[in-house]
Every structure is written in C-alpha cells, then in structure tokens.
C-alpha cells in the first residue's frame, strides 16, 4: 500500500526564516506533486517532479527518487506563505490516482 | 473567466434534500476529478472522467452520482446524505488522465449536511 508521510504536521516561523517540508512515501513513483491550499479551501499546484530540483521564485522542492523522500524550501519566508502544504504522489505500478499526504500546516508570523 | 470554477461555494443541505455541485474548466482539458476533503484526513479521490467516460470509482456510495455532459463540465449529484458526508469537496482537471499530467483545483465546495 502506497503510503505518503509529512512533517512536520505542523510549523509555525517568524517571517524571514527558512522552512523546509519534508515528505517521504513507500513506493516506486513516477511523479511527487507540491500542492498549496489556503484557508479559503482552493488548491495551487505548486510543482511537479519526477528527480532532481525545481525552484519557482523563493521555493525549492528536491526529490531524492532512492530514498523515496522529497522536500518543499521556502526562502525568506513570508506571512502571506502561511497555508497547508500538501505532498501527493503517484506510483509507477499500473494506471493508479494520486495519493496525498495530511499536509503540513504552516504559518509565518510577521 | 479562467482555471476551474466551481458552486455554490457553500452549500448546507439536510439528509433528505437532492442538491448537485457543479465544476467548470476553462482550460481545455479532457481530465475532471471529483475529490473529497473530511477535517484531518487527505485528500481522497472519488471519481475520474477521461474524455467524459468515468475511469474510476474509488469505492463511492452511490448516494453520490457524478455526471459529465462534456469535458468542460462536471456535477455531482448528491442525494440523503449523511452527517459524515460534511466536507469540503474539490474538483480538478488535467489534460488527460495520467501520471504525467498536472491536475488543476477549483477552490472547493464546502457541504455541510444537518
């Protein structure tokens, strides 16, 4: 059974800091999505990955595909970061849905 | 208007009312997915349309009945819910259904069942 594990559940910072998300799963996949949801309910994609590292303005996700772990790095972060992160996951064993983790739930404080 | 809509945004219905929610994607995508958000718990896929064919059923009960006229358009009709049925419920669309395709979110319906 594909299971996806975050932590923490959840992070409170001071604005500024640096935050990483981490999310680990128990199968072989053949994608990791970063999701944001924020407390009004609607969800962005934030990355897709499959190996390596992608960086969208002050995010960093990385994926180590071996030893089935991803991170989410927020840079510099801000107040307005403050949402629930959530990792989903696909398996590469047949035509298979997502799986999502609980999420992480951050807030910055200004 | 753009991305993927969904309404009502809120919706408050009692365990013998017929109600439907409805989602909307403007992206020209074949994929919509209807999944299922409960307080504490990840999220759960319900059911996927590829081409307006449903692909998958995730062990639904059937007082939940998705339709899709089109690949713009999807609905689920619910009918005597239940309590536990309260969630926020989200749709997604992707270009297709598969492992390579990112999926969109509309922001969500949150149903309360009384």
């Known amino acids: 059974k594909n299971e996806v594990e975050q932590s923490p559940q959840n992070l409170t910072a001071q604005e500024g800091e640096f935050i990483t998300i981490n999310c680990s799963y128990s199968v072989g996949i053949s994608a990791l999505h970063w999701l944001q949801q924020h407390p009004g309910g609607g969800i962005v994609s934030l990355f897709m990955l499959s190996s390596g590292k992608k960086k969208h303005g002050r995010l960093i996700a990385t994926i180590n595909i071996q030893e089935k772990h991803s991170s989410l790095h927020i840079t510099a972060s801000h107040p307005r970061d403050s949402a629930v992160y959530i990792c989903a996951v696909r398996s590469n064993s047949g035509n298979t849905p997502l799986v999502f983790g609980k999420g992480t739930r951050l807030s910055v404080i200004a | 208007e753009t991305g993927v809509t969904q309404t009502p945004r809120h919706l408050v219905m009692g365990m013998t009312n017929k109600k439907s929610l409805k989602c909307e994607q403007h992206?020209?995508?074949?994929?919509m997915y209807w999944y299922k958000q409960s307080a504490k718990k990840p999220l759960e896929l319900m059911f996927v349309?590829?081409?307006?064919?449903?692909?998958e059923n995730n062990s639904v009960p059937s007082r939940f009945s998705p339709e899709c006229p089109n690949s713009s358009h999807l609905f689920l009709h619910l009918h005597t819910l239940q309590p536990e049925d309260s969630a926020l419920y989200l749709c997604?669309?992707?270009?297709?259904?598969?492992?390579?395709?990112?999926?969109?979110f509309g922001p969500g319906t949150r149903l309360t069942v009384t």
């Open positions: 349309y590829n081409f307006k064919e449903q692909t």
């Open positions: 992206l020209g995508h074949n994929a």
């Open positions: 997604a669309s992707s270009q297709v259904s598969g492992p390579s395709y990112e999926q969109y």
